[in-house]
């Protein structure tokens, strides 16, 4: 099993970026899928989900309105797009593949947010 995130670096603030997450190993359309970062210094944050059907989205207010997260499940790979992005934002995003019996997380990429 693989997650391979990619797309992170450095942006301005009120720039964009889009980040993308090639799964491997598992049937990637039985998986709800979603997003999570690390700020520096902080704990944990979930950013943003989308069911396994690809129907629902959901989104922490922090990032509602600005991220747009999708699913290709023909290229078993799933995607953020992050616009009007700000300071805040920065941090290692990773992502996440999980039924209700199991969990995969990828290694991470580097989000960087500044002017």
């Known amino acids: 099993v693989q997650l391979a995130e990619s797309g992170g670096g450095l942006a301005q603030p009120g720039g964009s970026l889009r980040l993308s997450c090639a799964a491997s190993?598992?049937?990637?359309?039985?998986?709800?899928m979603s997003w999570a970062r690390q700020a520096p210094g902080k704990g944990f944050e979930w950013v943003a989900a989308?069911?396994?059907?690809?129907?629902?989205?959901f989104y922490s207010d922090s990032v509602k309105g600005r991220f747009t997260i999708s699913r290709d499940d023909a290229k078993s790979t799933l995607y953020l797009q992050m616009n009007n992005l700000e300071p805040e934002d920065t941090g290692i995003y990773y992502c996440?593949?999980?039924?209700?019996?199991?969990?995969?997380w990828g290694q991470g990429t580097q989000v960087t947010v500044s002017s």
């Open positions: 996440n593949a999980n039924t209700l019996v199991d969990v995969y």
């Open positions: 190993g598992f049937i990637f359309g039985d998986y709800d």
């Open positions: 989308i069911q396994d059907s690809g129907s629902e989205m």
